[in-house]
């Protein structure tokens, strides 16, 4: 008895070592694919040879294939620069336009940029995370390199919007004697 066991378990490892221990896997009792998630009748090695033809194995090879091409993709696009360029300039456009961020979550609006652009398309919440406050301390950094040196005016304006609550704005704008000067809005509360 003791030897058969034995016998089962050792026939069991040389398979998993054969056919390669990423696909099969043994406790020594059962040979599994790991790919199909099933056990697989071991007692003829035509049977494991017939398992790895089927359609079903092949597509799971196929997935397991194309998931991990994904993983190493993201991992080379992730060290080759922190921040995509398109989903910046996309972040930048919409915000230029008055366009609101979760203009992208409408599928419609997504296909057709997809279509068109050929990139990946973020979602709301992506650019919202890791790319608005870059743009607005570009915007910033800009408004100060135009302001500096210039005498300005400093306006605050308060409004109420139709549900009746108060919004204070806050305007800076560059003083020019021959010209009217450029107007920055800073912030609204």
């Known amino acids: 008895m003791g030897k058969e066991k034995s016998s089962t378990c050792a026939t069991l490892k040389r398979y998993v070592s054969e ?16 790919m199909c998630e099933i056990k697989i009748n071991f007692e003829k090695k035509y049977n494991i040879s017939q398992h790895m033809k089927t359609d079903k194995h092949q597509k799971s090879v196929k997935r397991q ?4 091409q994904r ?3 993201q991992l080379l696009t992730n060290q080759s620069s922190a921040k995509s360029n398109f989903n910046k300039d996309l972040c930048q456009a919409m915000v230029s336009a008055n366009i609101p961020l ?9 296909v057709f940029l997809e279509k068109y652009t ?3 398309i973020p979602m709301e ?23 500096r040196q210039n005498k300005i005016c ?3 304006d308060e409004t109420c919007d139709v549900e009746g609550r108060f919004i204070a704005n806050v305007i800076v704008g560059i003083l020019k004697p021959d010209c009217p000067g450029r107007m920055f809005l800073l912030h609204s509360e």
């Not at 979760?102 to 997504?110: Q, V």
Request: net charge positive.
């Open 65 to 68: 294939n194309d998931q991990e």
């Open 154 to 156: 400093v306006s605050i």
């Open 125 to 147: 919440a992506t650019l919202r995370k890791g790319y608005i406050d870059d743009i607005f301390n570009t915007t910033m950094d800009k408004m100060k390199m135009e302001i």
């Open 19 to 34: 056919f390669g221990s990423d696909i099969f896997s043994t406790d020594g009792h059962v040979l599994y694919c790991k």
């Open 71 to 73: 993983k190493l993709k």
């Open 102 to 110: 979760n203009k992208l979550s409408n599928n419609t609006f997504r």
């Open 118 to 120: 050929g990139k990946h």
